[in-house]
């Protein structure tokens, strides 16, 4: 007895058609016309469970129907991460070619975690990672890496990778050091990991927001007298708050001497390498042993995209390599490289393949130039608040992070008055949806954050929101 189409989760030939022209038209008109909606999507659970919530259906629904209900009801209310004026957290500024790759990707259905699954698509994750090997001058013949879901699973899986090529299986006395700007996911990282509280030593940083280099070497000293045993350094290339980069190469030294795993956190500023100004800043990144690089991030792929790199392939396939009975036979030789035996996950995504789509398109020189534009908007906006008289530059421009409060010369206001004054122009401008900006705190003063790492941010698209800020602050 032949199933009903509809039991088969089959559409017509025609239906098929129909429904993939509607999903590429809305995307292309998204990435046409984004820059004309507000970037800040709004609503309460109430409101959205009136629009959303009801009983799982037991019947069909015409995918016409359902395609609507998703552009009407879904897509208005998230958040534009890749519009002009989405300057918090980190933007996701994506790009067209490898949001296509991504729609071939899941549409193939394609398994990229044994090379026996998809000799094509672990292919292309080695010949991708290579290619960032060579950007950040990692060893050509013993380097390695996969593709991860985004930063946290990257330094999770750097992190294991450390504890068991250091530890081994007793890492009760082991000690991790960051500073106190390394981003959170290292914390969760190394909590999930089984690591106690005081096995994690945040170090302060200097007035830059760098590791404070003394500090540290005395943690190490103090650890080791106290019978701990030191076995991660962990620094940032890049943080979250300010885009500093931590001193790579003094940190690589140390951690030399002392027999330390280098992990640097590049999620944020790695991309930054492939400017004149980034490069510079990344001297030092070459000496790691591990660092991870998010792609959707300043390479501008959508999400989910992270990266791992390390010295040395055999340290993820010595950690993470476990071959039960079913997958005995799809082994493979030494060549053939099952991505599933150098991280976490055993079911994989292509992930390579929008990054190598998106590459190959486009070329590296555009990718450079963008991220070279980054780095001139910042500079250039800088230069803009120092010039007037109602804006404090708090942390300058760096690897298109800058941290600014409204400070106007001509009031004499407490730093009570200003938190309050600053945190007022964040809550109206993200009330408005016209731009999304909030705070950050850095050297106790509330401040706004902005990541200027869109290439399709335009220096009008700043000052307009420079200007609604002063608005607001009235």
């Known amino acids: 007895m032949k199933a009903q189409q509809t039991a088969r989760l ?15 038209d809305a995307i292309v008109a998204h990435h046409l016309n984004q820059h004309k909606e507000k970037p800040v999507a709004q609503a309460s659970r109430a409101e959205m469970d009136s629009l959303l919530r009801e009983n799982v259906p037991e019947n069909a629904t015409a995918v016409d129907d359902v395609f609507n209900t998703v552009m009407e009801k879904v897509m208005p209310y998230t958040n534009i991460m890749s519009h002009p004026k989405f300057y918090s957290f980190v933007p996701g500024p994506s790009n067209y070619v490898s949001a296509m790759a991504d729609a071939l990707a899941t549409g193939f259905n394609v398994f990229s975690g044994g090379w026996a699954a998809s000799p094509a698509a672990a292919e292309l994750e080695i010949v991708t990672i290579n290619w960032l090997l060579n950007l950040y001058g990692f060893p050509k013949k013993r380097g390695g890496g ?21 530890c081994g299986d007793d890492f009760s006395k082991a000690v991790i050091y960051l500073s106190d700007q390394a981003h959170s996911s290292n914390i969760k990282a190394i909590r999930v990991m089984g690591f106690r509280k005081e096995q994690i030593r945040l170090i302060p940083t200097d007035m830059e927001f760098k590791f404070s280099i003394n500090k540290l070497k005395n943690a190490i000293n103090k650890d080791r007298l106290e019978g701990w045993k030191p076995f991660c350094l962990l620094a940032s290339a890049g943080t979250t708050n300010t885009g500093t980069v931590d001193q790579l190469t003094e940190l690589s030294e140390i951690a030399k001497k002392e027999d330390l795993w280098f992990h640097i956190d590049g999620a944020y500023g790695g991309a930054a390498i492939l400017s004149k100004n980034g ?22 792929q959508p999400y989910e995209m992270g990266c791992l790199l390390v010295r040395n392939h055999k340290w993820l396939s010595g950690t993470f390599t476990e071959v039960p009975e079913y997958l005995k036979d799809v082994e493979g030789n030494k060549s053939e490289i099952n991505f599933y035996d150098h991280g976490i996950q055993l079911t994989r995504r292509f992930r390579a393949l929008k990054f190598y789509m998106s590459v190959k398109t486009f070329g590296l020189k ?18 803009i608040l120092r010039k007037s008289a109602k804006w404090e530059v708090v942390s300058p421009a760096t690897l298109a992070v800058i941290n600014f409060r409204y400070h106007p010369i001509d009031q004499d206001l407490s730093e009570e008055e200003l938190d309050a004054l600053n945190s007022k122009i964040s809550e109206r401008v993200v009330n408005s949806r016209e731009a999304m900006l909030v705070t950050t705190v850095l050297n106790g003063q ?8 869109n290439p399709r941010t335009t220096l009008a698209d700043v000052e307009e929101t420079i200007a609604l800020c002063e608005k607001m602050a009235e």
């Open 146 to 166: 996969i593709f991860t879901s985004g930063g946290s699973m990257a330094n999770l899986t750097a992190l294991i990778t450390a504890r068991n090529i250091k």
């Open 366 to 383: 555009a990718f450079r130039e963008a991220v070279q534009y980054n780095f001139d908007l910042c500079e250039k906006v800088e230069s």
């Open 10 to 24: 089959e559409l017509s030939e025609q239906e098929m058609r129909d429904y993939g022209y509607k999903v590429v």
């Open 279 to 300: 490069k510079q800043l990344l001297k030092g990144v070459e000496k790691a042993d591990s660092l991870t690089v998010d792609p959707h991030k300043w390479f501008y």
């Open 446 to 453: 509330i401040v706004l954050r902005m990541c200027l790492i």
